[in-house]
């Protein structure tokens, strides 16, 4: 499941509003408390009941409800909850949609001292508001290059080294593409910027949101040329056109032993060790690196509700989840738990392939790009580079149209 995933949230801010302005008092003595927690991947449904059983196991008055919504729905849900006033006591918020429920009061600040020094920092920043704390990292996903061991050995090309750069991959991509047979060495992607362009802007030394979130960094000539990695591959026919990936994702594609190498993340894993093509065909190395290494990390936070009627119980169970304990069991049957020290079963756990690499990454990692209202300017960025990657306009002029557009949203939040 892909936590990154980009939502609906344009419209949410006016319903938060009007009903996120309180929040609930202390609990009323009672034996017993009943805490939803709401969630949105299937896969991990089974180890956060195993979590929180082993929270009930220490605080017996306390049940936990685990509520599965599917991804297309969470937050349209969540949208409909804040609204009606009956948000879950404790659940999953990701980077786009943080800032939007921060800012309007729907999850409460995290008042109590906690250690943030177990948590990657990038992570620690993203679910950070105005100085404040709002939810402890759960997981983490970092973007490496998972490729195809056979189409790479066929064409005699050495597969990726560890200190591999830019140029290194584009001589990679050149060797290994053979449109006449409809196969490519990678796949530029324009839906899914963790895994692809904001890596590169990032590598190439640019950026695509100011530190305070005013101003869109889309018009700087590193950042064009981070765009540029992409757009290049397209022309020179190393990936498949816009067209082509439209109606057959890249990762269908690369299962289908079509693409060369893909950009993912550590989520990947599953997909891939089951996959009767993959399981036994590809591999992982760390992202190429441009004028510098650089990876976008993102991951799931555990909040608590603002209008909880039982916020000392919530903030117990989160702040359970977020602790070494939880992530030792996390690790074992989830993803790469994000507490530090803790994610060696989840590499084990997958010997054929080189799941150090995510880990390994974390030092150059780079927090995934928002502001206040993410959804907004993400529609933009489609809007624009589209136009980049079909080839009607330059991508100078399509990132300098985009960059104008961005900074008009974002004067607006």
Known sequence: MRTWARAGAAALGAAMALSACSSGGEPAAQEKV????????????????????????????????VQLTPWTDYWTKMKAAVTGGATPDVFWMNGPNFQLYAANDVIRPIEEQVDTSVYPKPLVDLYTYQGKLYGLPKDMDTIGVWYNKKLFDAKGVPHPAADWTWADFKQAAAK???????????????????????????????????PGGKKSGYDDPKTIEGLRFWTDLLKNKQSPDLK?????????????????????????????????????????????????????IHGVAN?????????????EFAKFLGSKQAADILGTKGPIPAYTGT???????????????????????????????????????????????????????????????????????
């Open 244 to 296: 082509t990936m439209t109606d057959t994702t890249p990762i269908q594609l690369f299962e289908a032993g079509k693409i060369a190498m893909y950009w993912g993340g550590s989520w990947n894993v599953t997909e891939f060790s089951t996959n009767d093509y993959t399981k036994d065909k590809v591999d992982v190395a760390p992202l190429p690196k441009g004028e510098k290494k650089a990876t976008i």
């Open 34 to 65: 009943a805490l939803s927690y709401a969630l949105w991947d299937n896969n991990q449904k089974p180890v956060m009941e195993e979590l929180a059983r082993e929270f009930t196991r220490t605080h017996p008055n306390i049940t936990i409800n």
């Open 176 to 210: 290994l593409s053979d449109p006449a047979k409809g196969v490519y060495g990678t796949a530029a992607e324009l839906t899914s910027f963790q895994e692809y362009e904001y890596n590169t802007i990032m590598q190439a030394g640019g950026w695509v949101i100011s």
């Open 303 to 315: 909040v608590v509700s603002a209008r909880t009627a039982h916020p000392k119980e919530a903030w």
């Open 343 to 413: 994610q060696g079963e989840w590499v084990k756990a997958h010997p054929e392939f080189k799941l150090q690499t995510f880990i390994d990454e974390v030092p150059d990692a780079v927090p995934f790009p928002v502001s206040q209202n993410t959804a907004a300017w993400n529609e933009a960025e489609l809007s624009y580079l589209t136009k980049a990657w079909t080839g009607e306009v330059p991508v100078e002029q399509a990132a300098k149209d985009l960059a104008a557009a961005m900074n008009d949203l974002l004067a607006k939040e």
